[in-house]
């Protein structure tokens, strides 16, 4: 029979009750998000407070941005619907436990992918949706052209970001001095550096703009050209929950390879009925590869007829058609001088 334990217990008791144990820590963790997304009936998304071209709300409480787009695409994906997508605000000290806590699906508010934020906080980072890179903004008066002139400032930084590391790194290894003033929340840094506290700003190259386009005089300030970090900006998910991060992952993917392929929010009924193997794959017209996600057939249809293609929303929100106009750069495609890629839906 079975081996008892001195208190009792045989090692099949024993043996039985962990089996148990692992099965329930996988149904709390598998497959969660999805279903209790189902059954609430919309995607609890966390963004940032307040971000120009990134999110950010009306005074009615109607949220914009790239961010927030990303968001809408999922909710799209799922219920056909981009208003089902709900926004949570949330700040840089509190996003990655608020995502734990469940307060939220998805995180989708400029957010660096690094090692230690996926091993330390059981998170996925399941792709780049913007490459961005930490920068320096100084007043126009100061006459400065790079960073490596900046020798003695005084900048002001948001804590509980990678930004204050990367500010270290960079003023240690090219041997100048700084004194660094840190806050707790962005727009107390934002402040103080525009009370004079402090000769120069930094954060990633995308919120530099997006904040000096709300200064009182904009171009009183310049960003200078140097980028000192990697900034792979990406959306972020709970790991263990493998159905909801190849949602996620490939809600992004969809929107890049439509873009690649030509198709727009504008043109997507006559992309239904092209005959490019590639664009029937991507329209649900050849293979299973929405219902393999748990989804519709016409999963990308939806994401790129309510939002649009990585390309349009890029435009809209932080490019070309927006007060931003920042470059697309590295978030150009690989084949128009670019890094963004997307793996093929085949």
């Given amino acids: ?144 052209e790079s960073a490596l002139d900046l020798n003695d400032s005084k900048v002001c930084v948001q804590g509980a970001t990678t930004t204050a590391l990367n500010l270290a790194d960079y003023f240690r290894v090219n041997n100048m001095k700084y004194e660094e003033m840190k806050f707790p929340q962005l727009d107390q840094a934002v402040k103080a550096y525009e009370d004079g506290k402090c000769d120069t700003f930094t954060a990633d190259v995308s919120q530099l703009y997006a904040l000096r386009l709300n200064m009182p005089k904009p171009d009183d300030h310049v960003i200078l050209p140097d980028v000192i970090s990697k900034e792979p900006l990406a959306p972020v998910v709970r790991q263990r929950d493998d159905d909801w991060m190849m949602i996620v992952k490939w809600t992004l993917y969809a929107m890049i390879d439509a873009e690649e392929l030509g198709v727009t929010s504008k043109n997507i009924d006559e992309a239904l009925n092209s005959k490019k193997p590639e664009v029937m794959r991507l329209v649900g017209n050849e293979g299973t590869y929405g219902e393999d996600l748990g989804l519709t057939k016409d999963w990308a249809v939806r994401i790129i007829r ?31 001088g670019g890094i963004q890629y997307a793996p093929p839906i085949r």
């Fill in 306 to 336: 309510h939002v649009g293609n990585y390309g349009e929303v890029y435009d809209r929100n932080v490019g070309a058609q927006s007060k931003l106009h920042i470059p697309r750069g590295l978030n150009q495609l690989w084949n128009a």
């Fill in 1 to 144: 029979m079975f081996r008892t334990f001195r208190g009792g217990l045989t090692i099949g008791l024993a043996v039985a009750v962990l089996v148990a144990a692992i099965a329930l820590t996988y149904e709390l963790y598998d497959t969660r998000t999805l279903k209790r997304t189902l059954r609430r009936g919309e995607v609890l998304c966390g963004v940032n407070k307040g971000l120009p071209g990134f999110s950010i709300p009306d005074d009615k409480g109607n949220w914009t941005g790239f961010d927030v787009d990303f968001c809408r695409a999922v909710a799209s994906a799922i219920f056909d619907d981009p208003n089902k997508a709900k926004f949570v605000p949330l700040d840089a000290n509190e996003r990655f436990k608020e995502l734990q806590n469940r307060t939220v699906d998805i995180l989708s508010r400029n957010s660096t992918w690094d090692m230690s934020r996926e091993q330390n906080y059981d998170l996925y980072f399941p792709a780049v949706a913007y490459y961005d890179g930490q920068g320096f903004m100084v007043p126009r008066s100061r006459n400065i």
